[in-house]
């Protein structure tokens, strides 16, 4: 059982930047893909990136790719998401997950555990 814990969320002016993290607990942590998404309201969770075991191979949703970057520090069980260049259109509750396959994936279903959420809204 791994349990996710986000933070760093909150209300930044566009053009602003956050970073959030994610504190895994369990001693497997290293072994897990991680992902982050995002779901504004009345809208369907989306990927926003993921980053494999080792923080050696990452993804990105086109509309964060080159604003946003995902890394990790496996000696802290913790997964970062730098955010630059904040638009509006990024306001959303973020959510990071943990994959037990260790498989990186944009699909929600490969995550076998999520965290709670943390809001960020960006004001224009």
């Known amino acids: 059982q791994v349990e996710l814990v986000e933070s760093g969320g909150g209300l930044v002016q566009a053009g602003g930047s956050l970073r959030l993290s994610c504190a895994a607990s369990g001693r497997t942590f290293s072994s897990y893909a991680m992902g982050w998404f995002r779901q504004a309201p009345g809208k369907e969770r989306e990927f926003v990136a993921t980053?494999?075991?080792?923080?050696?191979?990452?993804v990105y949703a086109d509309s964060v790719k080159g604003r946003f970057t995902i890394s990790r520090d496996n000696a802290k069980n913790t997964v970062y998401l730098q955010m630059n260049s904040l638009k509006p259109e990024d306001t959303a509750v973020y959510y990071c997950a943990a994959a037990n396959s260790g498989a990186s994936t944009r699909w929600p279903g490969g995550y076998n555990y999520w965290g709670q959420g943390t809001q960020v809204t960006v004001s224009s």
């Open positions: 980053i494999n075991w080792s923080g050696g191979y990452t």
